[in-house]
Protein backbone atom coordinates (compact mmCIF):
# COMPACT_ATOMS: atom_id res chain seq x y z
CA UNK A 1 0.00 0.00 0.00
CA UNK A 2 1.20 3.20 -1.06
CA UNK A 3 1.73 6.38 1.91
CA UNK A 4 2.55 10.08 1.51
CA UNK A 5 3.57 12.19 4.38
CA UNK A 6 4.07 15.61 3.97
CA UNK A 7 6.16 17.46 6.08
CA UNK A 8 7.73 21.31 6.53
CA UNK A 9 4.44 23.62 6.31
CA UNK A 10 4.69 26.55 8.85
CA UNK A 11 4.21 30.59 9.12
CA UNK A 12 6.44 32.52 6.47
CA UNK A 13 6.48 36.42 6.21
CA UNK A 14 5.73 37.38 2.68
CA UNK A 15 8.85 37.18 -0.09
CA UNK A 16 10.06 34.29 1.84
CA UNK A 17 10.78 30.59 1.59
CA UNK A 18 9.61 27.20 2.50
CA UNK A 19 10.33 23.52 1.39
CA UNK A 20 7.72 20.90 1.74
CA UNK A 21 9.01 17.38 1.64
CA UNK A 22 6.45 14.16 0.68
CA UNK A 23 8.05 10.96 2.02
CA UNK A 24 6.28 7.92 -0.24
CA UNK A 25 6.69 4.28 1.02
CA UNK A 26 5.07 1.81 -0.85
CA UNK A 27 6.34 2.91 -4.24
CA UNK A 28 9.59 3.93 -6.08
CA UNK A 29 9.31 7.68 -6.91
CA UNK A 30 10.89 6.08 -10.35
CA UNK A 31 7.70 4.62 -11.13
CA UNK A 32 5.68 7.05 -10.63
CA UNK A 33 4.46 10.56 -11.37
CA UNK A 34 3.78 12.71 -8.60
CA UNK A 35 2.26 16.20 -7.99
CA UNK A 36 1.37 18.77 -5.53
CA UNK A 37 -2.19 19.89 -5.25
CA UNK A 38 -3.23 22.88 -2.68
CA UNK A 39 -6.13 23.95 -1.27
CA UNK A 40 -6.69 27.68 0.20
CA UNK A 41 -8.98 28.06 3.75
CA UNK A 42 -12.37 27.37 2.22
CA UNK A 43 -11.51 26.82 -0.62
CA UNK A 44 -11.52 24.44 -3.62
CA UNK A 45 -8.10 22.00 -4.98
CA UNK A 46 -5.45 23.94 -7.32
CA UNK A 47 -3.01 21.64 -9.42
CA UNK A 48 0.33 23.05 -8.51
CA UNK A 49 3.07 21.27 -10.51
CA UNK A 50 3.99 17.40 -11.72
CA UNK A 51 7.12 15.77 -12.03
CA UNK A 52 7.02 12.56 -14.20
CA UNK A 53 8.75 9.56 -13.20
CA UNK A 54 11.23 9.63 -15.78
CA UNK A 55 12.37 13.13 -14.41
CA UNK A 56 11.94 14.33 -17.42
CA UNK A 57 9.01 16.68 -17.69
CA UNK A 58 8.27 19.00 -15.25
CA UNK A 59 5.23 20.93 -15.42
CA UNK A 60 3.90 23.93 -13.19
CA UNK A 61 0.88 26.11 -12.88
CA UNK A 62 1.04 29.84 -14.19
CA UNK A 63 0.44 31.14 -10.61
CA UNK A 64 3.44 29.30 -9.44
CA UNK A 65 6.04 29.22 -12.73
CA UNK A 66 9.38 30.94 -11.56
CA UNK A 67 8.98 30.53 -7.58
CA UNK A 68 8.15 27.16 -6.92
CA UNK A 69 10.41 24.30 -7.92
CA UNK A 70 9.33 20.77 -7.93
CA UNK A 71 11.95 18.03 -7.31
CA UNK A 72 12.67 14.73 -5.59
CA UNK A 73 15.73 12.69 -4.36
CA UNK A 74 15.13 8.93 -5.43
CA UNK A 75 17.55 7.57 -2.49
CA UNK A 76 14.96 9.44 -0.14
CA UNK A 77 12.04 8.29 -2.06
CA UNK A 78 11.03 11.58 -1.39
CA UNK A 79 9.27 14.40 -3.14
CA UNK A 80 9.94 18.17 -2.54
CA UNK A 81 8.75 21.25 -3.72
CA UNK A 82 10.67 24.82 -2.53
CA UNK A 83 8.73 27.75 -2.67
CA UNK A 84 10.41 31.29 -2.88
CA UNK A 85 8.99 34.82 -2.94
CA UNK A 86 6.09 33.37 -1.62
CA UNK A 87 2.55 35.72 -1.53
CA UNK A 88 0.06 35.53 1.22
CA UNK A 89 -2.20 33.79 -1.60
CA UNK A 90 0.00 30.85 -1.32
CA UNK A 91 -1.23 30.38 1.98
CA UNK A 92 -2.91 26.79 1.76
CA UNK A 93 -2.82 23.21 2.51
CA UNK A 94 -0.39 21.49 -0.06
CA UNK A 95 -0.80 17.68 -0.40
CA UNK A 96 1.53 15.29 -2.44
CA UNK A 97 -0.53 12.90 -4.84
CA UNK A 98 0.60 10.08 -6.61
CA UNK A 99 -0.42 9.99 -10.52
CA UNK A 100 -2.59 7.03 -11.52
CA UNK A 101 -0.52 5.90 -14.09
CA UNK A 102 2.55 3.51 -13.71
CA UNK A 103 5.86 3.82 -14.60
CA UNK A 104 6.18 5.93 -17.99
CA UNK A 105 2.14 5.98 -18.36
CA UNK A 106 1.19 9.76 -17.22
CA UNK A 107 -2.48 9.88 -16.36
CA UNK A 108 -2.88 12.95 -14.73
CA UNK A 109 -5.02 12.35 -12.78
CA UNK A 110 -4.47 11.35 -8.77
CA UNK A 111 -4.85 7.77 -7.30
CA UNK A 112 -3.28 8.63 -3.74
CA UNK A 113 -2.98 11.66 -1.30
CA UNK A 114 -1.25 12.57 1.41
CA UNK A 115 -2.72 14.33 4.56
CA UNK A 116 -1.55 17.88 3.64
CA UNK A 117 0.81 19.93 5.05
CA UNK A 118 -0.32 23.71 5.84
CA UNK A 119 1.19 26.60 4.46
CA UNK A 120 0.63 30.31 5.90
CA UNK A 121 2.08 33.59 4.31
CA UNK A 122 1.63 36.54 7.04
CA UNK A 123 3.23 39.84 8.00
CA UNK B 1 -7.36 26.59 -19.48
CA UNK B 2 -10.33 24.65 -19.40
CA UNK B 3 -12.61 26.35 -16.77
CA UNK B 4 -14.76 23.49 -14.98
CA UNK B 5 -17.83 24.75 -13.48
CA UNK B 6 -20.06 22.35 -10.79
CA UNK B 7 -23.33 22.59 -10.38
CA UNK B 8 -25.36 23.03 -7.68
CA UNK B 9 -22.55 24.09 -5.01
CA UNK B 10 -24.60 22.76 -2.35
CA UNK B 11 -27.06 19.87 -3.03
CA UNK B 12 -29.46 18.88 -0.12
CA UNK B 13 -30.41 14.92 -0.17
CA UNK B 14 -32.22 12.54 1.95
CA UNK B 15 -30.57 9.14 3.04
CA UNK B 16 -31.40 6.69 0.64
CA UNK B 17 -32.11 9.24 -1.87
CA UNK B 18 -30.18 9.92 -5.39
CA UNK B 19 -28.04 12.67 -5.78
CA UNK B 20 -26.97 14.17 -9.67
CA UNK B 21 -23.90 16.25 -9.73
CA UNK B 22 -22.64 18.44 -12.73
CA UNK B 23 -19.81 19.49 -14.17
CA UNK B 24 -19.45 21.24 -17.46
CA UNK B 25 -16.01 22.42 -19.17
CA UNK B 26 -16.03 25.92 -20.70
CA UNK B 27 -14.02 23.32 -23.58
CA UNK B 28 -14.30 20.24 -24.66
CA UNK B 29 -12.65 17.62 -22.90
CA UNK B 30 -11.59 14.89 -25.38
CA UNK B 31 -10.77 11.52 -24.83
CA UNK B 32 -13.57 11.91 -21.24
CA UNK B 33 -10.35 12.88 -19.41
CA UNK B 34 -12.28 13.81 -16.39
CA UNK B 35 -12.26 12.60 -12.83
CA UNK B 36 -13.89 12.57 -9.64
CA UNK B 37 -12.90 12.95 -5.93
CA UNK B 38 -14.75 12.66 -2.65
CA UNK B 39 -13.41 15.09 0.17
CA UNK B 40 -14.78 14.35 3.79
CA UNK B 41 -13.91 17.69 6.29
CA UNK B 42 -10.37 17.94 7.43
CA UNK B 43 -9.53 14.80 5.00
CA UNK B 44 -7.33 14.54 1.81
CA UNK B 45 -9.31 14.23 -1.34
CA UNK B 46 -10.26 10.40 -2.38
CA UNK B 47 -10.34 9.40 -6.13
CA UNK B 48 -13.57 8.21 -7.11
CA UNK B 49 -14.06 8.31 -10.63
CA UNK B 50 -11.18 8.30 -13.49
CA UNK B 51 -11.85 7.72 -17.60
CA UNK B 52 -15.85 9.84 -17.14
CA UNK B 53 -16.66 6.53 -15.91
CA UNK B 54 -14.03 4.02 -14.51
CA UNK B 55 -14.68 3.75 -10.41
CA UNK B 56 -11.58 3.91 -8.81
CA UNK B 57 -10.21 0.59 -6.73
CA UNK B 58 -12.57 -0.12 -3.74
CA UNK B 59 -15.39 2.46 -4.91
CA UNK B 60 -18.72 1.45 -4.20
CA UNK B 61 -21.01 0.83 -7.42
CA UNK B 62 -23.47 3.10 -6.53
CA UNK B 63 -21.09 6.05 -7.38
CA UNK B 64 -21.37 6.40 -11.26
CA UNK B 65 -20.02 8.85 -13.68
CA UNK B 66 -21.20 9.61 -17.14
CA UNK B 67 -21.03 12.37 -19.47
CA UNK B 68 -18.46 13.21 -22.68
CA UNK B 69 -17.46 16.90 -24.23
CA UNK B 70 -18.00 19.44 -21.70
CA UNK B 71 -21.40 18.00 -19.52
CA UNK B 72 -20.18 15.29 -17.33
CA UNK B 73 -22.72 14.15 -14.66
CA UNK B 74 -21.78 11.77 -11.54
CA UNK B 75 -24.39 10.15 -9.52
CA UNK B 76 -24.82 8.44 -6.53
CA UNK B 77 -27.58 6.32 -6.59
CA UNK B 78 -28.61 5.89 -2.77
CA UNK B 79 -27.05 7.82 -0.62
CA UNK B 80 -25.60 6.59 2.55
CA UNK B 81 -24.24 8.42 5.77
CA UNK B 82 -20.50 8.35 4.67
CA UNK B 83 -21.75 9.84 1.48
CA UNK B 84 -22.29 13.30 2.99
CA UNK B 85 -19.25 15.14 1.28
CA UNK B 86 -17.32 17.83 -1.30
CA UNK B 87 -17.51 16.56 -4.59
CA UNK B 88 -14.61 18.04 -7.21
CA UNK B 89 -14.51 17.29 -10.90
CA UNK B 90 -11.00 17.83 -12.31
CA UNK B 91 -10.23 17.89 -16.44
CA UNK B 92 -6.99 16.60 -17.20
CA UNK B 93 -7.01 16.27 -20.80
CA UNK B 94 -4.26 19.56 -21.02
CA UNK B 95 -2.46 21.33 -18.43
CA UNK B 96 -3.37 23.24 -16.34
CA UNK B 97 -5.00 20.62 -14.80
CA UNK B 98 -7.91 22.05 -13.45
CA UNK B 99 -10.76 21.59 -11.09
CA UNK B 100 -14.55 22.86 -10.50
CA UNK B 101 -15.13 24.71 -7.55
CA UNK B 102 -16.82 21.51 -5.96
CA UNK B 103 -20.35 20.55 -4.89
CA UNK B 104 -21.14 20.18 -1.31
CA UNK B 105 -24.09 17.28 -0.46
CA UNK B 106 -25.46 17.75 2.54
CA UNK B 107 -28.40 16.22 4.52
CA UNK B 108 -31.85 17.11 4.20
Known amino acids: EVHLLESGGGLVQPGGSLRLSCAVS????????MSWVRQRPGKGLEWVST????????YYADSVRGRFTISRDNSRNTLYVQMNNLKVEDTAIYYC????????????????WGQGTLVAVSS | EKVMTQSPVTLSVSPGERATLSCRAS???????LAWYQQKPGQAPRLLIY???TRATGIPDRFSGSGSGTEFTLTISSLQSEDFAVYYC?????????FGGGTKVEIK
Open chain 2, 27 to 33: QSVNNRY
Open chain 1, 51 to 58: LTSSGGAI
Open chain 2, 90 to 98: QQYDNWPLT
Open chain 2, 51 to 53: GAS
Open chain 1, 97 to 112: AKDGGYADTLSKWFDT
Open chain 1, 26 to 33: GLSLRDSA
